[in-house]
């Protein structure tokens, strides 16, 4: 089927001999600084979407913090937690429909939750020692260069220059360490490793280390302190095993090894392979009765790499990451001569910023740094990223470091497919389908519902049912049912960016209809005929009932109706383009005529309940009501009265909150088409934030260009990469859309390689404050239109505009594979 897509916008020149060149690339590339890294969020992170690794970047000293993707507490979900749940449903819905008794109805919908998720948890570490003299220290430098995923560190010493690099390999699945000096046998070190793991050590040979551990049967969520109970459990018969290994190969000198780890004396040069695994064999296998092989994992991608070297496996590190990387360029004209900023630190360059410094390279380097991260954290064959993305250090990470699915997780996935990196997206489109097997069964035993369900919380075990260890969770939160619809809206964006007719068919179609069908059997009537959702909650915002008290369970919220109609919409569309279910297609579009509608309140504001409550809290960090306006497309332009309502909202709720809410904030702004508020909002997510500082409204950004919730959830990096992008792009209402929200800020500047729904790859350039370039290549020969604010001509050919309203149409068909050019008429 082809399909017809726009492109709009705003002022369309093309130049003919005006490459998309990229101003001064290596000057935004590095992260650099000129001391090692004192705290955890001024260390860099490695990674390969298996291993990853926090670098110090000490003297003397040099710590490597590592983590394993897989690496978790716990085991498969457990069955039959609740049996009891489902019999309250009955009463919270006559609660809330009948009586509008909002305490009674959240007291008896925490009498529906089950238990918590497991904890992602951290590997262990590697420390590196050399007996230096701290105070002799000169010329220090570390870096992690984005571009190719590489981190140096280097210093002098007695006039002797020592330098280690390190980097994750993909393809070798190794974790490789180079140690260098420019003077011959120079190089004595100790390499010991541990960790806060029960583990082991074994000794092999005169040159590796074995670290043998095992994870705990459960560990408890931070924020969740019974006093009854150990909150770190281990037991003989459960619990995930892991490995890791450290082999030194040597030029020169000697190595030996023993249980104190790994000496090297006198050596020129040394290089370190690091490997990992965990008996992780998939969300419904035991890990400790059902396990893989971890030792004979790690083992196989030792032997793999050693059979290499370090130019042959750094070479190919850098062609694999260089291939996802490389495809999307984005510069901005500095309009100073020379920028002072260039000069500084990275910390110090962020601090400048914070304090209203132009530096407009450092906004590049933010949008390419989420690139990087995203390649680092999820790879296809492995785990989704988590809201630490792989990297972790606390045996109790904040939230568990899990997938929480009322956003962060989504939001890890915004640039996925936007941002040319639509294989990073595999990781979470193949957990979706673990999801919808116990979220099958959470929907049969919690519901009695057909279809599958999943909620705020889960990790690498696919964990579906509503959180609160029964009973002991808010229900703001706990209680939420849209996770799995929510996810729902990946497996369709994938499929509207590609085009991939065989994913549709035989993966995301199933999956999403499994889905409606439990919202089906969800939704009921109230009393004016509507279908609602009973109990509903806003994650994870709470009003005032009549008598003041804050209250979070209601009736159909905004934003659970907007992921049902999202659901509802998407599923229509892919029963058309397969052309399979017209009968239960017929259902679907019969439901979502009845759903419960979006509704303006007394201060002209996108209401959040189905009542005009005042909210406990209006600055509140979730704005979950304008889902609709993103990352759904049921509000644009072509609907004024909501879309003049989100804009309301957003000037009520304020630009305060967390750094992802602030990275949720900059894609709506977008959307709205207000480069000026979403460019003002990227200023105030790269607040500069001390790892030792800042609140709830204190999120920004860390030394380490983390994100800062605080504390650190790599969700606000992939949202502002994301928002950044958006700005510059938009596809989600049939055609594309040219530099919607350019902000006057960037003067000029270019973007290649990003990706727009309907199978496009698009490139631009502007120059002050106008488009003067565009190339539009169809990957999948779809048919296009053009709409345009001047008339334009397709080059090369006799198709013009015509004018409709206040815009010029161009149509016109593509071929896959060829790239197509507008210029001014």
Same mark, same amino acid.
């Given at each position: 089927?082809?399909?017809?897509?726009?492109?709009?916008?705003?002022?369309?020149?093309?130049?003919?001999?005006?490459?998309?060149?990229?101003?001064?690339?290596?000057?935004?590339?590095?992260?650099?600084?000129?001391?090692?890294?004192?705290?955890?969020?001024?260390?860099?992170?490695?990674?390969?979407?298996?291993?990853?690794?926090?670098?110090?970047?000490?003297?003397?000293?040099?710590?490597?913090?590592?983590?394993?993707?897989?690496?978790? !507490?716990?085991?498969?979900?457990?069955?039959?937690?609740?049996?009891?749940?489902?019999?309250?449903?009955?009463?919270?819905?006559?609660?809330?429909?009948?009586?509008?008794?909002?305490?009674?109805?959240?007291?008896?919908?925490?009498? /529906?939750?089950?238990?918590?998720?497991?904890?992602?948890?951290?590997?262990?570490?590697?420390?590196?020692?050399?007996?230096?003299?701290?105070?002799?220290?000169?010329?220090?430098?570390?870096?992690?260069?984005?571009?190719?995923?590489? !981190?140096?560190?280097?210093?002098?010493?007695?006039?002797?220059?020592?330098?280690?690099?390190?980097?994750?390999?993909?393809?070798?699945?190794?974790?490789?360490?180079?140690?260098?000096?420019?003077?011959?046998?120079?190089?004595?070190?100790?390499?010991?490793?541990?960790?806060?793991?029960?583990?082991?050590?074994?000794?092999?040979?005169?040159?590796?280390?074995?670290?043998?551990?095992?994870?705990?049967?459960?560990?408890?969520?931070?924020?969740?302190?019974?006093?009854?109970?150990?909150?770190?459990?281990?037991?003989? =018969?459960?619990?995930?095993?892991?490995?890791?290994?450290?082999?030194?190969?040597?030029?020169?000198?000697?190595?030996?090894?023993?249980?104190?780890?790994?000496?090297?004396?006198? =050596?020129?040069?040394?290089?370190?392979?690091?490997?990992?695994?965990?008996?992780?064999?998939?969300?419904?296998?035991?890990?400790?009765?059902?396990?893989?092989?971890?030792?004979?994992?790690?083992a196989e991608s030792m032997n793999k790499a050693l059979t290499s070297n370090y130019?042959?496996?750094?070479?190919?590190?850098?062609?694999?990451?260089?291939?996802?990387?490389?495809?999307?360029?984005?510069?901005?004209?500095?309009?100073m001569s020379v920028n002072p900023q260039l000069a500084l630190p990275s910390n110090?360059?962020?601090?400048?910023?914070?304090?209203?410094?132009?530096?407009?390279? +450092?906004?590049?380097?933010?949008?390419?740094?989420?690139?990087? +991260?995203?390649?680092?954290?999820?790879?296809?064959?492995?785990?989704?990223?988590?809201?630490?993305?792989?990297?972790?250090?606390?045996?109790?990470?904040?939230?568990?470091?899990?997938?929480?699915?009322?956003?962060?997780?989504?939001?890890?996935?915004?640039?996925?497919?936007?941002?040319?990196?639509?294989?990073?997206?595999?990781?979470?489109?193949?957990?979706?389908?673990?999801?919808?097997?116990?979220?099958?069964?959470?929907?049969?035993?919690?519901?009695?519902?057909?279809?599958?369900?999943?909620?705020?919380?889960?990790?690498?075990?696919?964990?579906?049912?509503?959180?609160?260890?029964?009973?002991?969770?808010?229900?703001?939160?706990?209680?939420?049912?849209?996770?799995?619809?929510?996810?729902?809206?990946?497996?369709?964006?994938?499929?509207?960016?590609?085009?991939?007719?065989?994913?549709?068919?035989?993966?995301?179609?199933?999956?999403?209809?499994?889905?409606?069908?439990?919202?089906?059997?969800?939704?009921?009537?109230?009393?004016?005929?509507?279908?609602?959702?009973?109990?509903?909650?806003?994650?994870?915002?709470?009003?005032?009932?009549?008598?003041?008290?804050?209250?979070?369970?209601?009736?159909?919220?905004?934003?659970? /109706?907007?992921?049902?109609?999202?659901?509802?919409?998407?599923?229509?569309?892919?029963?058309?383009?397969?052309?399979?279910?017209? =009968?239960?297609?017929?259902?679907?579009?019969?439901?979502?005529?009845?759903?419960?509608?979006?509704?303006?309140?007394?201060?002209?504001?996108?209401?959040?309940?189905?009542?005009?409550?005042?909210?406990?809290?209006?600055?509140?960090?979730?704005?979950?009501?304008?889902?609709?306006?993103?990352?759904?497309?049921?509000?644009?332009?072509?609907?004024?009265?909501?879309?003049?309502?989100?804009?309301?909202?957003?000037?009520?709720?304020?630009?305060?909150?967390?750094?992802?809410?602030?990275?949720?904030?900059?894609?709506?702004?977008?959307?709205?088409?207000?480069?000026?508020?979403?460019?003002?909002?990227?200023?105030?997510?790269?607040?500069?934030?001390?790892?030792?500082?800042?609140?709830?409204?204190?999120?920004?950004?860390?030394?380490?260009?983390?994100?800062?919730?605080?504390?650190?959830?790599?969700?606000?990096?992939?949202?502002?990469?994301?928002?950044?992008?958006?700005?510059?792009?938009?596809?989600?209402?049939?055609? +594309?859309?040219?530099?919607?929200?350019?902000?006057?800020?960037?003067?000029?500047?270019?973007?290649?390689?990003?990706?727009?729904?309907?199978?496009?790859?698009?490139?631009? !350039?502007?120059?002050?404050?106008?488009?003067?370039?565009?190339?539009?290549?169809?990957?999948?020969?779809?048919?296009?239109?053009?709409?345009?604010?001047?008339?334009?001509?397709?080059?090369?050919?006799?198709?013009?505009?015509?004018?409709?309203?206040?815009?010029?149409?161009?149509?016109?068909?593509?071929?896959?594979?060829?790239?197509?050019?507008?210029?001014?008429?």
């Amino acid at each position: 089927m082809k399909r017809k897509i726009n492109v709009v916008s705003f002022l369309f020149v093309f130049v003919l001999t005006s490459p998309f060149a990229q101003s001064k690339p290596r000057e935004a590339i590095k992260l650099w600084y000129d001391k090692p890294a004192k705290q955890w969020t001024e260390a860099l992170p490695l990674g390969n979407g298996k291993i990853g690794a926090m670098v110090f970047g000490g003297v003397s000293e040099e710590l490597i913090q590592l983590n394993e993707s897989s690496l978790y !507490s716990g085991g498969p979900v457990k069955e039959h937690i609740n049996p009891n749940a489902v019999s309250y449903l009955p009463q919270i819905r006559e609660a809330l429909l009948k009586e509008a008794d909002y305490t009674k109805a959240d007291n008896l919908t925490r009498k /529906m939750q089950g238990l918590y998720t497991e904890s992602y948890l951290p590997m262990g570490d590697i420390t590196i020692r050399q007996a230096f003299d701290k105070d002799s220290v000169s010329d220090y430098y570390r870096d992690l260069n984005i571009g190719n995923a590489l !981190s140096t560190t280097s210093f002098k010493i007695a006039g002797i220059t020592y330098r280690r690099e390190m980097f994750c390999s993909a393809p070798a699945n190794v974790l490789v360490v180079r140690l260098t000096a420019d003077r011959k046998n120079a190089l004595t070190f100790d390499v010991s490793a541990n960790s806060p793991l029960h583990f082991n050590l074994t000794p092999v040979g005169v040159n590796e280390l074995i670290v043998n551990g095992k994870a705990p049967s459960h560990v408890d969520p931070s924020y969740y302190n019974p006093k009854d109970r150990e909150h770190i459990i281990y037991d003989d =018969a459960n619990g995930m095993r892991f490995q890791f290994r450290i082999h030194a190969v040597a030029k020169g000198g000697n190595v030996t090894t023993d249980l104190n780890g790994i000496h090297v004396v006198k =050596a020129s040069e040394a290089t370190l392979y690091v490997t990992s695994a965990t008996s992780f064999n998939g969300f419904d296998k035991n890990p400790f009765s059902e396990g893989k092989d971890e030792n004979a994992l790690a083992a196989e991608s030792m032997n793999k790499a050693l059979t290499s070297n370090y130019k042959i496996l750094l070479k190919d590190h850098q062609t694999d990451f260089r291939r996802f990387f490389n495809r999307v360029k984005f510069s901005l004209t500095d309009t100073m001569s020379v920028n002072p900023q260039l000069a500084l630190p990275s910390n110090e360059r962020l601090k400048a910023y914070s304090n209203g410094a132009y530096d407009p390279f +450092l906004e590049t380097l933010y949008f390419q740094f989420g690139r990087y +991260l995203l390649i680092s954290s999820s790879r296809p064959g492995g785990p989704p990223a988590n809201l630490q993305g792989i990297w972790n250090k606390e045996l109790r990470a904040p939230w568990s470091s899990n997938y929480t699915i009322n956003i962060n997780t989504e939001m890890n996935y915004w640039p996925a497919e936007l941002t040319n990196l639509s294989e990073m997206h595999e990781p979470l489109l193949d957990w979706i389908k673990d999801l919808s097997v116990t979220g099958t069964r959470t929907a049969r035993e919690f519901y009695g519902a057909r279809g599958w369900v999943a909620h705020h919380n889960s990790e690498i075990w696919a964990t579906s049912n509503p959180v609160g260890d029964l009973g002991n969770g808010d229900p703001v939160w706990a209680n939420w049912a849209m996770g799995g619809n929510w996810l729902c809206q990946h497996l369709w964006e994938h499929y509207e960016f590609t085009g991939d007719k065989k994913f549709l068919a035989e993966k995301a179609y199933p999956l999403m209809k499994s889905a409606a069908l439990f919202t089906l059997d969800w939704l009921v009537e109230d009393s004016a005929g509507y279908l609602v959702t009973a109990p509903s909650t806003t994650p994870e915002n709470k009003f005032k009932d009549k008598n003041g008290v804050a209250q979070g369970v209601s009736v159909a919220t905004t934003m659970d /109706m907007s992921i049902i109609r999202n659901l509802f919409s998407n599923l229509v569309d892919a029963s058309r383009i397969l052309n399979v279910d017209e =009968a239960f297609r017929d259902t679907i579009l019969a439901a979502e005529k009845k759903l419960f509608p979006l509704q303006i309140g007394c201060q002209g504001q996108l209401m959040e309940w189905y009542k005009d409550f005042d909210e406990t809290d209006v600055h509140h960090r979730h704005v979950s009501h304008l889902f609709g306006l993103f990352p759904g497309n049921e509000i644009t332009p072509v609907n004024p009265a909501f879309f003049n309502a989100c804009k309301k909202t957003l000037e009520l709720r304020g630009d305060v909150g967390t750094g992802w809410s602030k990275g949720w904030k900059i894609n709506w702004w977008a959307r709205l088409q207000d480069g000026d508020h979403a460019y003002k909002l990227i200023r105030t997510l790269l607040d500069y934030v001390e790892t030792s500082k800042g609140g709830v409204l204190g999120g920004g950004t860390y030394p380490n260009f983390f994100d800062a919730h605080p504390p650190f959830q790599i969700d606000g990096n992939f949202a502002g990469t994301a928002g950044m992008a958006e700005m510059l792009l938009q596809s989600h209402q049939g055609f +594309l859309q040219l530099l919607p929200a350019l902000p006057k800020a960037w003067i000029s500047g270019s973007m290649t390689g990003l990706r727009a729904r309907g199978g496009f790859e698009v490139s631009l !350039s502007w120059k002050n404050e106008a488009l003067s370039q565009a190339t539009i290549t169809s990957l999948n020969g779809n048919d296009c239109t053009v709409q345009t604010s001047m008339p334009v001509k397709l080059a090369g050919t006799d198709i013009v505009s015509t004018q409709k309203g206040g815009l010029f149409e161009t149509t016109f068909k593509t071929l896959k594979g060829k790239t197509y050019r507008l210029i001014k008429r």
